[in-house]
């Protein structure tokens, strides 16, 4: 199992737009695709509250390939992003990395 940790760091303002995405579109997206969530967090307390930080859990790099790409490109996703830009873009910069556990790390 490996995780694919990914920040959306936000224009100022514009996260309560990109948690309404996600809340009332993406993750409806997701559960088609097969795409599993391991969790979502923004900042408590912290240099930043304009980020978002979630996880996401693949088997490999090649099912993620697979599922990420085909998601990508879904007509419903494309014309969802674009609907929740109308007011204009909501991303500053996206990072992603993926993560494999440690052999003492209680999440594998």
Same mark, same amino acid.
């Given at each position: 199992?490996?995780?694919?940790?990914?920040?959306?760091?936000? +224009?100022?303002?514009?996260?309560?737009? +990109? $948690?309404?995405?996600?809340?009332?579109?993406? $993750?409806?997206?997701?559960?088609?695709?097969?795409?599993?969530?391991?969790?979502?967090?923004?900042? $408590?307390?912290?240099?930043?509250?304009?980020?978002?930080?979630?996880?996401?859990?693949?088997?490999? +790099?090649?099912?993620?390939?697979?599922?990420? &790409?085909?998601?990508?490109?879904?007509?419903?996703?494309?014309?969802?992003?674009?609907?929740?830009?109308?007011?204009?873009?909501?991303?500053?910069?996206?990072? &992603?990395?993926?993560?494999?556990?440690?052999?003492?790390?209680?999440?594998?």
């Amino acid at each position: 199992m490996i995780h694919e940790l990914r920040i959306y760091h936000c +224009l100022p303002n514009r996260l309560p737009a +990109l $948690l309404k995405r996600f809340d009332t579109v993406t $993750l409806k997206l997701w559960e088609r695709f097969g795409i599993r969530q391991a969790g979502f967090w923004t900042t $408590l307390v912290g240099p930043s509250n304009h980020a978002l930080y979630y996880l996401l859990e693949w088997e490999s +790099l090649a099912e993620r390939e697979e599922k990420w &790409n085909r998601f990508a490109v879904d007509p419903e996703w494309v014309a969802a992003r674009s609907a929740s830009e109308a007011d204009g873009p909501i991303l500053q910069r996206v990072e &992603n990395m993926f993560l494999q556990p440690t052999s003492f790390s209680s999440v594998k």
